[in-house]
């Protein structure tokens, strides 16, 4: 069983426009950039995750022995399609049995939650909600059969992403975990975010 991880990030400067009324871009860029590096060494440190994508314009600084995949510049959905593509469109003995999409902002993010993704159940979609129970902070997706998932992020995304699993013939399992609902949207957010800064 191999299972990959993608993280998607935005360029530097970029991310959390949200907390611009709180933060100054210097405030922000740190923020972003601990949450990415707690999330890339949560993920290397699960023994369940063979190897860590991250997906976007460029690496914020981290070691180059974690690939980059390319984004598109056509926004999120657009990245994660092209990545997801590219892992899945190689060789059939190279494909892994699933890929794992982790949002980069998750400062209470553990290994055990990276492990109930990767270790989803047979054939089913893993989706992991954020704490309003709307939007969608990670998913994990069987391989090759779930090659064809179009990502649906922005508004009302774990109710699409749920339905564009069924569309697909996979059955759902939702994993629901302070780790992986805790993500840093809005201002109210941060105090969630303490444990990285
Ligand atoms: N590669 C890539 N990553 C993205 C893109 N848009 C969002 N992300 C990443 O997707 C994850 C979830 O995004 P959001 O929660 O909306 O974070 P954000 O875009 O930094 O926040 P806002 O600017 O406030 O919307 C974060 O890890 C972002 O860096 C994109 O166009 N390309
Ligand atoms: O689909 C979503 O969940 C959001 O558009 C992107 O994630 P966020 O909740 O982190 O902004």
Not at 70 to 86: C, K
């Amino acid at each position: 069983m191999s299972c990959w991880a993608v993280i998607p990030i935005k360029a530097a400067g970029d991310g959390k426009s949200r907390l611009a009324g709180v933060l100054d871009p210097a405030a922000r860029e740190a923020l972003v950039d601990a949450m990415l590096a707690h999330v890339v060494a949560t993920a290397l440190a699960t023994p369940s995750l063979d190897r860590v994508y991250l997906v976007g314009p460029s690496r914020h600084g981290l070691d180059e022995a974690i690939t980059l995949l390319p984004d598109p510049g056509a926004g999120l959905n657009a990245a994660l399609q092209a990545a997801l593509a590219r892992l899945a469109g190689q060789a059939p003995d190279r494909v892994p049995d699933r890929v794992v999409v982790i949002a980069a902002d998750l400062p209470h993010l553990s290994t055990l939650d990276l492990d109930l993704l990767a270790r989803a159940r047979d054939g089913a979609i893993a989706i992991a909600p954020d704490r309003h129970g709307t939007g969608t902070n990670a998913l994990s997706l069987p391989l090759p059969d779930a090659a064809g998932f179009t990502f649906l992020f922005g508004e009302d995304s774990f109710a699409r992403h749920c339905a564009e699993a069924e569309r697909l013939g996979h059955n759902v399992e939702t994993i629901l975990s302070r780790g992986l609902e805790k993500d840093i949207d809005e201002p109210a957010d941060l105090a969630d975010a303490g444990s990285v800064l």
